[in-house]
């Protein structure tokens, strides 16, 4: 468990860090308004968003360790939290200012995890029927067909939408992990999962970098969370037999709710100050311009 708690937090260091410079590479590129080929081209030309995906990679490395590991509830509220770090790294790299709610919400992150680290118990099986793996795989073909139809859209509404089925693609990427077949190359190239796992990591990265062109980053990241953290929890716990240590349900459930509350307390750090920067850019833009003489 040791392990697989610490690789959980390594990823989640990666995962905060590179969102920072994801979101940043992800705005300076133009806004696309429907899924090209060149779209992903577009992206890797910013520096910013290149550091920001090969910190994702790493973290995603680590995060599968954990996976086959630890129960997907500790696994998903551990990574979730990247967004604590996210801020931290903000105010190192960015200059960004944590508000009291700012500081609530990362104090709450740690309590959180602290009580689900203790009340977290052994994770159940790894092996799911063949059904199982073809839902996967059904998940991951609707989050790209949706996707694809919200893509032509604009507005909070939308990068909601794309939000929530980023999450998506992430959580059926973490249950891909825990049950697919490892038991040699024939096994994997046959297996379902194999490409939901491939499919729902790459759609889940392409619909979020869509959302952070299209709304704030509460919108995107808070639908991301309720889909990628309590989805595979739920199935984890109902369909696998995640449990908590005996007796210290109460724990793990109230380390849970309380990380995860933590996260959507943070999740309108990115937003506010991203309105910060805009409205400093608006008024040096009014101060620089040169004054029109009256008619």
């Not at 910013?46 to 680590?62: H, K, N, R």
């Not at 939408?161 to 096994?187: E, K, N, Q, Y």
Request: aromatic share 8%.
């Amino acid at each position: 468990m040791l392990l697989g708690l610490t690789t959980a937090l390594v990823a989640t260091v990666c995962f905060g860090f590179g969102a920072v410079f994801q979101a940043r590479g992800a705005r300076s590129a133009p806004r696309a308004d429907r899924v090209r080929a060149g779209l992903l081209a577009t992206l890797l030309r910013s520096w910013q968003f290149v550091v920001g995906t090969l910190l994702d990679i790493l973290g995603f490395a680590l995060s599968i360790v954990a996976l086959r590991s630890l129960p997907l509830f500790l696994v998903q509220a551990v990574t979730n939290a990247s967004l604590a770090v996210t801020a931290l790294a903000a105010v190192w790299l960015l200059g960004a200012r944590l508000r009291r709610s700012d500081v609530a919400g990362i104090l709450a992150v740690v309590i959180g995890l602290t009580l689900l680290a203790v009340g977290s118990g052994k994770e159940g099986r790894e092996y799911a029927p063949a059904a199982f793996h073809w839902a996967l795989l059904a998940t991951t073909a609707a989050m790209l067909l949706a996707t694809l139809v919200l893509v032509r859209r604009a507005g909070t509404a939308a990068a909601a939408g794309l939000g929530l089925l980023a999450g998506a693609g992430f959580g059926v990427t973490s249950l891909a992990v825990r049950v697919l077949d490892t038991s040699g190359p024939v096994g994997m190239l046959t297996d379902p999962a194999a490409y939901a796992l491939v499919v729902g990591g790459l759609g889940g990265y392409l619909a979020y970098a869509l959302a952070l062109q299209r709304g704030t980053v509460t919108a995107a990241t808070a639908a991301g969370t309720v889909a990628e953290t309590f989805g595979p929890a739920l199935v984890g716990v109902l369909s696998l037999g995640d449990a908590a240590r005996p007796g210290f349900a109460w724990c793990a459930l109230t380390g849970f709710a309380v990380a995860v509350g933590g996260t959507f307390l943070l999740s309108r750090f990115g937003e506010l100050e991203g309105e910060s920067a805009e409205v400093s850019t608006r008024r040096t833009d009014t101060e620089t311009e040169p004054a029109v003489p009256p008619r």
